[in-house]
């Protein structure tokens, strides 16, 4: 489903973002709006708004639940990765040693 659909689908059940937000107990509705355009994840928002509608996880967010769903991959930290192997080193030089 489209953001679009997921907004109308809310409007038709009678409810609003900020709704979900209170019954997630969500400081902030753009924090669902987040979750519906696909650019936050919440599992307990996903949820809700799946029981809400009466469809699947698969059936709103394909691309993160349905057969083909591709998950987003952590962003690089270049810094943290340095350290590891820096770590790593360090811990082989002493076992070789």
Partial sequence: MSPIDIKYA?????????????????????????????VGRSRQIEEKIATLLGLSLAEIWPHWHGPEARRRKRPLNVAELSARVKALEARLAAKAA
């Fill in 10 to 38: 809310l409007e038709r059940a009678g409810l609003t973002q900020a709704d979900v937000a209170r019954m997630c107990q969500v400081a902030h509705r753009q924090t669902v709006s987040a979750v519906i355009h696909s």
